[in-house]
């Protein structure tokens, strides 16, 4: 049911505003006199079932007025409505629209939990090599987050986040994207990083604010973030990226340069008012923008009972006049597929999309978090052993003979050690020169943080026993 | 929130009418003024509209080329033109700008520069910022306006805990520098409480942003152009008693004038007077009367940039006088005369002879 009668033309500034306004409105109209068809099918459905049925791609783009243009002359003797704000038919009786949590937006998936393909012309087909990549890479970001979540234990690190169990969402979404989209993360996507290249050196670098740090040693540790791999450097407070990413697809709008923007949150995220915000602003100016939410089934302690009432974060976006689809986020077919069609259709149609992964979140929230406190070991243990990305792939390369007993052992050793001998380094690396606490505020150091930053330089000079000089840089 | 924005024009009646709106209901609206008991026109014409000051227009300067007579509005989109001649990346967004703004400040550049450049945002203040903030991450020159400063509060968390500190945290890889948010600031006469703000402070409290007041339209212009230049998020108040009233010879073409540089508006030896944006005019004002009916000879600075401010001319003209006067309209507790008095304190310690703050009181804007 794509009725994208936008066409697929790329933004075109040059055309005259007077002959595209017009064309547009013919086409406009054509569009509304189907949309009305079906939508009106559509309304038939919902007064049938008295709920909202949905499709695989849910499509409620009305009428768009377009700049000063009304949809078309007020005709008081038709029975139509007029209102500027929706373009609907009259009702003449009292009906509610029931939200529908019980059968909501159905979970398209590709593979069964036993990584069998269950509809042939949904797999993506991707070569051995790409398989395997994404195996390695899912099982390398889990053998990372194992060791840094341990050396947070012994002290050797502040504070950590693992991917238990989403490794899925981050591998299958990074390989859909071009190398130059623009990713805005939330905080537990390390595996699009991983994916795109970042070394452990690096990544272990930020964890334990060495002076390899790209950040420079100024944020907590999974505060990752990388210009040359185009992902923007995350930030604690939850949501501001969505706006964010709206803004960042806009200006790469404007640039003609066939770019998306990729943004990621969880399920939890979205309940904040920058999410409405991002959603908004990303329709009603024409982003070319993949909202991308994990929804992992808990916002640290607060189940998704606790977090919304609708049917999840999927359902939202239909509100808001954007494409939405709700995935199975432990199938990385299924997350590929999605976000390669997402991405297709964003560049193509200059429009955001929302895409909802299910999944769950096996580790704790961090490593300040322990989360028997509140949800049963049977539960995690579920997803654990019967649904769990990394062992659907494997499966699915089993079934095929790639991948077998013995590659998992030789891998398994190599991973470890690949990510034991990065973190040795990091451990004897040094912390970052104490300059670089009073750079980059501004652009340009201004006089007053310079004579903070010198009083510091005497400070330290004074009481040089106070502190220990030898573990930062020179 | 809509309703609240539209001002009633040009009746003589003091009357609290917050309910109506303006427009296309003042007919109404007057005649509900005239039907009611408690809005009886007064023999004496009350005075609604006299300001609290006389603006008095700068001579034009003359080393930025030809000049026009503008008013502070005027000049706003003057600068906002140059931007957007010279900079294809330039775009403006916010509630209204489409159709040349509340205020009139973005007249006219939408059929100039095209409708993907000068473009209305849906009413969200969080996302006008977040987008601004994106979009300048981005690449692109994002300049933002927040219809009144009233409203900046939902895009305080985008502001301080994200835009100030994009290039800190991201280690100098990422940055919102062609970030500048615009905001109508400062009292107005009938703005009362949510259309009188002056939020600077909250503001002042954050290192990574610039915040700039200009007291007319030749500063306005080329503050707000150094804004614009400048590669480090910047907030730009406008005061909107001065968009009408203050009217002068303004360049042009494009110039600039530096940020963090105060400027000494008359020199004099026995009081040091600081100000910003409209105050600067009032305390010109008192400037000549202290000199006339005390004998007291004050130099008058106007400070411009907030944030970062000029310690140095300030500090200089108290070690000359001994004697520093700070005003604002802000309410007085946390206010920024607060930080310069404390600054000023310990840099200039001993020459001190008498401190005064003449603020405003906490409580809020006037009808």
Redesign the interface.
């Known amino acids: 049911m794509t009725l994208s009668s936008r066409g697929r033309a790329v933004w075109d500034f040059h055309r005259q505003e007077q002959t595209r306004d017009t064309h547009a409105l013919d086409v406009k109209m054509a569009a509304a006199r189907g949309v009305k068809k079906l939508y009106g099918i559509g309304l038939h459905a919902i007064r049938q079932n008295a709920s909202l049925k949905a499709t695989t791609f849910l499509q409620q783009r009305a009428f768009r007025v377009n700049g000063a243009l009304r949809q078309q002359p007020f005709d008081s003797s038709a029975e139509k409505p007029q209102f500027p704000g929706a373009s609907a038919e009259f009702i003449d009786h009292l009906e509610f629209i029931q939200p529908n949590v019980i059968s909501g937006i159905p979970v398209y998936r590709v593979m069964d939990r036993q990584g069998q393909i269950i509809n042939p012309s949904e797999d993506p087909k991707l070569s051995k090599e790409m398989v395997l990549n994404f195996y390695q890479k899912m099982t390398l970001l889990n053998t990372m987050d194992r060791i840094l979540y341990e050396s947070q234990r012994q002290g050797r690190i502040s504070f950590y986040m693992t991917n238990y169990g989403e490794e899925g969402t981050h591998i299958g979404s990074a390989a859909a994207l071009e190398p130059t989209d623009l990713v805005f993360g939330q905080y537990r996507e390390a595996g699009v990083l991983m994916y795109r290249g970042f070394p452990l050196d690096l990544f272990m670098a930020q964890c334990y604010a060495n002076a390899d740090d790209l950040g420079k040693g100024r944020q907590m540790p999974v505060h990752y973030g990388c210009k040359d791999l185009n992902f923007v450097t995350i930030s604690s407070p939850l949501a501001t990226q969505l706006p964010q990413a709206a803004g960042a697809a806009y200006a790469v709008k404007r640039e003609n340069s066939n770019r998306v923007v990729v943004c990621y949150f969880g399920e939890g995220a979205a309940s904040e008012g920058d999410a409405h915000a991002g959603f908004n602003f990303s329709a009603t100016l024409e982003c070319p923008l993949i909202f991308f939410c994990r929804n992992n089934g808990y916002a640290i302690s607060t189940p998704t009972n606790e977090q919304y009432r609708g049917d999840g974060i999927a359902a939202r976006g239909p509100g808001y006049g954007l494409m939405s689809i709700r995935v199975d986020g432990n199938d990385v077919f299924a997350v590929y597929n999605a976000t390669k069609e997402a991405r297709r259709r964003a560049v193509a149609e200059n429009q955001p999309f929302l895409i909802e992964a299910m999944t769950y979140r096996i580790g704790h929230h961090s490593t300040s978090d322990d989360s028997s406190a509140y949800r049963s070991v049977d539960e995690v243990n579920y997803w654990d052993k019967q649904d769990h990305p990394i062992s659907r792939l494997r499966h699915y390369m089993t079934a095929r003979d790639w991948w077998g007993e013995d590659e998992e052992k030789a891998w398994r050793k190599q991973s470890r050690k690949l990510v034991m001998e990065a973190f040795e380094r990091a451990e004897r690396r040094l912390k970052p020169n104490p300059e670089l606490l009073f750079t980059d505020v501004y652009d340009e150091m201004i006089p007053p943080i310079a004579k903070q930053r010198d009083a510091m330089w005497r400070h330290i000079q004074q009481y040089k026993e106070h502190y220990p000089l030898d573990l930062y840089e020179k | 929130m809509a309703a609240t924005r539209l001002f009633l024009r040009a009746s003589p009646v003091k009357c609290s009418l917050t309910g109506l709106t303006g427009g296309v209901h003042s007919s109404l609206g007057l005649t509900l003024l005239k039907l009611s008991p408690a809005c009886t026109a007064k023999p004496q014409a009350q005075r609604r509209h006299a300001a609290h000051f006389t603006y008095h227009p700068e001579p034009a300067p003359s080393q930025y080329g030809p000049t026009q007579k503008m008013n502070l509005f005027q000049s706003v989109t003057s600068a906002l033109d140059n931007t957007l001649a010279g900079d294809p ?1 330039a ?1 403006i967004f916010g509630e209204d700008v489409a159709f040349g703004g509340v205020f009139r400040c973005t007249v006219g550049l939408r059929d100039k520069y ?3 450049r000068v ?1 209305n ?2 009413l ?1 203040e ?2 006008i ?12 020159t ?1 300049i933002a306006e927040i219809q009144f400063a009233d409203y900046i509060y ?1 895009a305080f ?2 502001i301080v ?2 835009a100030a ?11 919102c ?1 062609k970030l500048t948010i615009r905001s109508p600031w400062g009292c107005v006469g009938h703005g009362s409480i949510y259309h009188s703000q002056c939020p600077e402070a909250f503001f002042t409290h954050c ?2 942003i ?1 915040i700039v007041v200009p007291r007319g339209p030749v500063q306005a212009k080329g503050l707000l152009l150094s804004c614009i230049a400048d ?2 998020p910047c907030i730009f108040f406008e005061p909107k008693i001065l968009y009408r009233a203050a009217v002068e010879q303004v360049p042009t073409e494009a110039y600039q004038i530096p940020l ?1 540089q105060a400027e000494v508006l008359q020199e004099g030896s026995d009081l040091t007077l600081v100000a910003w944006g409209t105050q600067v005019h009032v305390l010109k004002e008192v400037a000549a009367m202290a000199q006339e009916k005390l004998g007291v000879s004050c130099e008058l600075i106007d400070l411009r940039t907030i944030l ?1 401010w000029d ?1 140095e001319t300030v500090c200089k003209s108290v070690v000359k006088t001994g004697r520093l006067l700070i005003s604002h309209e802000a309410p007085v507790t946390g206010g920024f005369a607060a930080e310069i008095s404390s600054t000023v304190q310990v840099r200039v310690r001993w020459e001190i002879k008498a401190f005064y703050f003449h603020r405003g009181w906490s409580t809020y804007g006037s009808l």
């Open positions: 990346t775009v095209g409708k993907d473009f945002t849906p969200c969080q996302g910022v977040g987008f601004g903030i994106g979009a300048a991450a981005a690449g692109a994002a939902p968390d985008q805990n994200e500190k994009y290039r800190y945290r991201s280690g100098n890889m990422f940055d520098g290192p990574g610039k590669q480090n963090s970062p310690t």
